[in-house]
């Protein structure tokens, strides 16, 4: 049985989640709360498996109620549920702990296969997401320097083949002093 713990400030939004979780036999909401204080309130009493976390409090913002987590050690994961689908709130979510991020918008059974694949696998990232992250992740390589130049990569090759240093200095049109 994998135990939830709801965090949204909105009661419609908790009940709504509560209904849908009570049809799956293999999950069990075990508490919930409207804002950071009365969660922490709350996990002092109850373990879960797993919280799932909205990102916009009144008060304290759900990032820094996942770092406040983490202070504590609080062992259950947590899965951001939230409308914010704003790229760098997103990977600050990440940064500061959580095991997840999914929006609002998404369909009942993503969300119940999102919950059962944080539990399982322990992370889990919507796909539009990874293919966002993966966009950046190559823009922001191609903006780097390469740490290398291409004669010391040239080097670096050869001298990982085993080739010795004089063999390199002809191959390379270095002089061998340049090259020790």
């Known amino acids: 049985m994998i135990s939830i713990f709801i965090v949204d400030n909105h009661e419609l939004i908790r009940e709504g989640i ?6 799956e036999a293999d999950l069990v909401v075990v508490g919930e709360a409207g804002d950071g204080d009365e969660m922490m309130r709350k996990l002092s009493f109850v373990s879960c498996d797993i919280i799932l976390l909205d990102i916009n409090f009144p008060g304290k913002n759900g990032i820094e109620l996942i770092e406040d987590l983490k202070k504590r050690k609080v062992r259950s994961k ?45 992370r889990y990232m919507n796909p539009e997401f990874a293919e966002q992250l993966a966009f950046n992740s190559i ?29 390199i200095a002809e191959k390379t049109e270095i002089s061998i002093n340049a090259a020790i």
């Open 18 to 23: 509560k209904q849908i979780i009570s049809q």
């Open 78 to 122: 947590i899965l951001v549920l939230t409308l914010n689908s704003e790229y760098r709130t997103t990977i600050n979510a990440y940064k500061a702990g959580a095991s997840g991020y999914i929006n609002k918008d998404i369909t009942v059974s993503e969300l119940i296969n999102s919950i059962r694949t944080v539990y399982k696998k322990g």
């Open 139 to 167: 823009h922001d390589m191609k903006s780097c320097k390469p740490m290398l130049t291409n004669s010391e990569l040239k080097f670096a090759n050869l001298l990982n083949q085993g080739i010795d240093l004089k063999e």
